[in-house]
């Protein structure tokens, strides 16, 4: 259940907070929360600008949308957290967690195997132009 904020448009919270009750209880995200306008911003600087592959699309949802989604992020972190259903290591997501702290857990096992006399390996993999092999007339056909 949604409590309302102090507000100087008391109406526009009312209901919005029925709205977003509405939908939490219905287990339901409205249809039209999910209509994003789509901007096709270039990757990097010197590509090819008449070619599509050179872009990348970036969603713009509405303001409701993103509000009901902190919502439910909330609710389902309050959960998870509560009911100790997070793994102990995750890092996404998760207040005070971080990359960086990943990397220390990565780097201090690497440490400890080395001083105890093991043998440490890190593989890496660069994952930044995955997305760059999709194809994009699926891609537009299923945007259609």
Known sequence: M???PRCHGLWICKTRAYVFNRSLAAGHFPACFKEAYITPVIKKAGLDAADVRSYRPISNLPVLSKLLERLVVQQLMDYLTSANLLPQLQSGFRPCHSTETAV???LSDILQAVDQGDVAALVL???SAAFDKVDHDILCNACR
């Open 2 to 4: 949604i409590t309302l």
């Open 104 to 106: 220390q857990k990565v």
């Open 125 to 127: 993999l660069d994952l």
